[in-house]
């Protein structure tokens, strides 16, 4: 829970930082399980661009942040380059943007605490960056994609986290108008989940759907995913690295104590848990047997609900966070697909954007804290007020210099054939698309 008064910062120690280091070589096997939900989501005659997608973008994410979104997000308060540039309005201070140093150049001079906080960072960034890649399966260029993360990981992202973690203007709501502890997102539902998740809806608008989704009005013809085995496998991945991801989160942005780390795993856990069980239930009750695919999208939903309130919640509420995310999620995305003609096939909307939000909500039910619920509202509409239109007029600039989508002969071929020259699986006909004759 969140305490009435400041947690007190534990005291620097080998042990403490030592185990937030070990926590965050664990947090990758949630990118590398998303990654292979990504590939299996997807056809599989894409199925080599997308997993080398993930890398390449993985790879321009990192390197964008290194060279100036670390700058943008800065160094947390306290910090050299902890401080931001500020404007002032209302008669308050508002930090929009972090003061940090460019191309990683004062990484070995500061303290170790923030170095650590930039680790995260930089994972948080590649994380967010892969979200929209599931959501264009099939049909957006890698050229397209690289472009899109460079400016994901080394812009929008930095930006948020530096309001976020970075003593920008959301965290200062609690100091500046008594809002709570200001925003609270200790695990990057708002900074990772949901911009990635958004980031996919705006690219989808862009794209469009897939050749042969939508051969008319009111009728959708279902894609499913080549490998359900990469999904689920991909899913108990994300559930060991989402557990270090939120440890390691809860050390850095609440500096929780050593003692409070096993609820926040538990937490971690019981919210999937309870998210899948609820997917699977509505999934049983409305389709007559349970989908493997949507049951792997609760299972995700459980995970981005529990990086926003697993370090402020109990395991009860935390059970019950879960099984809302697992019933909207489902819903969610048979509205998308069917009322609205959105082709998701990752998912990312419902299981990041949505579940994210979801959980940022839930964050300031479960505060003690006068205010909470307020400062929760005033970051949600920040992110769909201020990032998703963002977000999308960047991506449409882009795509008049750089086209997104693949012609129509080359998604025809499959992306495989297409940027690659070659498929994932050679030895074997792996489709046979009646939607092009």
Avoid at 73 to 99: D, E, K, L, M, R
Avoid at 115 to 139: K, T
Avoid at 166 to 190: C, E, H, K, R, V
Avoid at 230 to 244: I, K, P, S
Wanted: charged content about 10%; aromatic content about 10%.
């Amino acid at each position: 829970m969140i305490p009435s008064t400041p947690i007190p910062i534990p005291p620097a120690s080998d042990t403490y930082y030592s185990l937030a280091f070990l926590l965050l070589l664990l947090a990758p096997l949630a990118i590398a399980g998303l990654a292979l939900v990504n590939n299996g989501l997807g056809r599989s005659r894409s199925a080599a661009q997308a997993i080398l997608g993930n890398l390449v973008i993985i790879s321009v994410a990192v390197i964008a942040f290194a060279l100036f979104g670390a700058a943008i997000a800065g160094n947390p308060v306290g910090t050299p380059g902890g401080a931001g540039h500020a404007f002032h309005a209302a008669g308050q201070s508002w930090n929009w943007i972090g003061s940090g140093s460019f191309l990683f150049s004062n990484f070995g001079s500061i303290p170790i605490s923030a170095e650590l906080a930039l680790m995260f960072e930089m994972l948080g960034v590649a994380f967010a960056a892969i979200i929209p890649w599931g959501s264009g399966a099939d049909r957006w260029r890698l050229a397209a994609g690289c472009v899109a993360s460079a400016v994901i990981a080394g812009v929008v992202c930095p930006l948020i986290m530096h309001w976020v973690w970075g003593g920008g203007w959301l965290a200062g709501l609690g100091q500046n108008f008594s809002l709570g502890a200001g925003f609270i997102d200790p695990g990057g539902a708002a900074t990772v989940q949901v911009v990635g998740g958004l980031s996919a809806l705006a690219l989808i608008w862009l794209l469009g759907p897939r050749a042969g989704k939508y051969p008319r009005v009111g009728i959708s013809t279902a894609m499913p995913g080549h490998n359900a085995v990469y999904v689920l496998f991909g899913c108990l991945f994300c559930m060991v690295g989402w557990v270090a991801w939120n440890a390691a989160g809860a050390i850095l942005w609440m500096n929780a104590p050593l003692a409070a780390l096993p609820v926040v795993a538990v937490n971690t856990v019981l919210s999937a848990a309870s998210a899948l069980g609820a997917t699977l239930a509505v999934t049983r009750y409305r389709f007559g047997k349970p989908d493997a695919s949507l049951c792997a999208n609760g299972w995700l939903a459980g995970l981005v609900t529990s990086s926003a309130c697993a370090a402020v919640a109990t395991p009860l509420q935390s059970i019950f966070a879960g099984a809302v995310a697992g019933i909207i999620t489902p819903l969610l995305v048979e509205l998308l697909e069917l009322a609205l003609s959105i082709d998701d096939p990752s998912g990312a909307i419902a299981a990041h954007a949505s579940a994210g939000l979801w959980g940022l909500l839930a964050v300031g039910f479960f505060a003690p804290k006068s205010g909470q619920l307020l400062a929760q509202l005033v970051g949600i509409a920040t992110l769909l007020g201020i990032v998703l239109p963002a977000v999308y007029l960047i991506f449409k600039l882009i795509n008049r210099v750089i086209p997104f989508r693949v012609d129509p002969d080359g998604e025809r071929m499959g992306m495989d054939l297409h940027e690659l020259g070659g498929g994932a699986y050679p030895e074997f006909v792996i489709h046979r698309d009646e939607s092009y004759r």
